[in-house]
């Protein structure tokens, strides 16, 4: 039997609770609606979503599915006009988390179902949002590639390796170039100093931090 949304499920609060791996139901019942979902994790491990749209366009967004945690923070969201199977990525310890579904670009009254996939497991090597901050960085490995995801135009993702021990921090002095791009910084050797603004509050005592922002210019 079909499992259909429970209106009003515009916030947090009011989400519609879903069985993993069973398809809910929506609808969109105006371009302002906005349909929340929860669902329980017992553990680490990776969220998916298969997102089955009324429409089949590759170009133009008609839906944003976002994953937030239980704060609100959004973790991973994507914009979508077709049949898609969303990685939603890591959450790193149990809890409820939610689903966003909301118009895109475009606007459709179709309706679409939406099916959440938990393989629990530990996971690494993945950003763990809300990482906006330089003192919320993920710490990464050195030589090990960190998955991470812009979620929308305005997310920032900040990563950090500790280079200890036994030097105290330098202030830099220049913001890296090229924003936009891996904006890996700065060894901050003595004397060479020169990628990262001093206004980052990056001293820490004792460490050398390696640092890296990503963002979309
Ligand atoms: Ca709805
Ligand atoms: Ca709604
Ligand atoms: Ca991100
Ligand atoms: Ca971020």
Do not use: D, E, H
């Given at each position: 039997m079909a499992t259909f949304e429970l209106e009003s499920n515009g916030t947090l609060a009011t989400a519609t609770a879903v069985t993993l791996g069973s398809a809910m139901n929506g609808q969109l019942s105006t371009s302002s609606d906005v349909d929340w979902y929860s669902f329980t994790a017992t553990g680490s491990g990776l969220v998916s979503l298969v997102f089955d749209a009324p429409t089949n366009d590759?170009?133009?967004?008609?839906y944003n599915v976002g994953l937030y945690n239980a704060?609100?923070?959004?973790?991973r969201e994507y914009g979508v006009g077709r049949d898609s199977t969303l990685n939603l990525g890591p959450i790193a310890a149990a809890g409820t988390y939610y689903i966003e579904v909301e118009s895109g670009y475009y606007y459709s009254n179709g309706q679409y179902a939406a099916t959440v996939n938990f393989t629990a497991g530990s996971v690494s090597n993945y950003e763990s949002e809300v990482n906006n901050t330089l003192a919320a960085a993920d710490a990464v490995t050195l030589g090990s590639a960190m998955n991470g995801q812009?979620?929308?135009?305005?997310d920032v993702d900040w990563y950090s390796s500790p280079r200890c021990p036994a030097r105290t921090p330098r202030r830099l002095t220049r913001r890296p170039k090229r924003p936009g791009r891996l904006a890996t910084a700065p060894v901050w050797s003595a004397g060479r100093?020169?990628?990262?603004?001093?206004?980052?509050?990056?001293?820490?005592?004792?460490c050398e931090w390696l640092q890296a922002r990503v963002s979309i210019a």
């Open positions: 590759s170009y133009s967004t008609n704060s609100g923070g959004l973790l812009l979620s929308t135009s305005s100093g020169k990628f990262v603004c001093s206004t980052w509050p990056i001293l820490l005592a004792g």
